[in-house]
Nanobody, 123 residues
């Protein structure tokens, strides 16, 4: 199981840190991806990190603002989101997979999905 948390309301330019806590799933053996979705729009892949933590990837629009990391001892993946923009407003989901080497931004390869956490960027 994956549990996403840390969402909230933040002003433009602000920061939030999302957490994805795993239970019954070893994060050192699974890649974790962060995805986001606005109602009525397609889901977007935001970032991913490999089981080892050595490989990461980001969508272009967040590459210089978001940082993904993991703490295997806590079995938790983090998404540090800085310089937030109104366009970042969405429900954010984390997902896990053991089906890839490294990590992938393709949601179809992810097996385990957590519930979402709402991020709202507004003044």
């Amino acid at each position: 199981q994956l549990q996403a948390s840390g969402g909230g309301l933040v002003q433009p330019g602000g920061s939030l840190r999302l957490s994805c806590a795993a239970s019954g799933l070893l994060l050192n053996a699974n890649a974790i991806g962060w995805f986001r979705q606005v109602p009525g729009k397609e889901r977007e892949a935001v970032s991913c990190i490999s089981g080892s933590g050595r490989a990461t990837n980001y969508m272009n629009s967040v590459k210089d603002r978001f940082i993904i990391s993991k703490d295997n001892a806590k079995n938790t993946v983090y998404l540090q989101m800085n310089s937030l923009e109104p366009e970042d407003t969405a429900i954010y989901y984390c997902a896990g997979t053991s089906r890839v080497y490294g990590c992938a931004l393709n949601p179809d390869v992810y097996t385990y999905w957590g519930q979402g956490t709402q991020v709202t960027v507004s003044s």
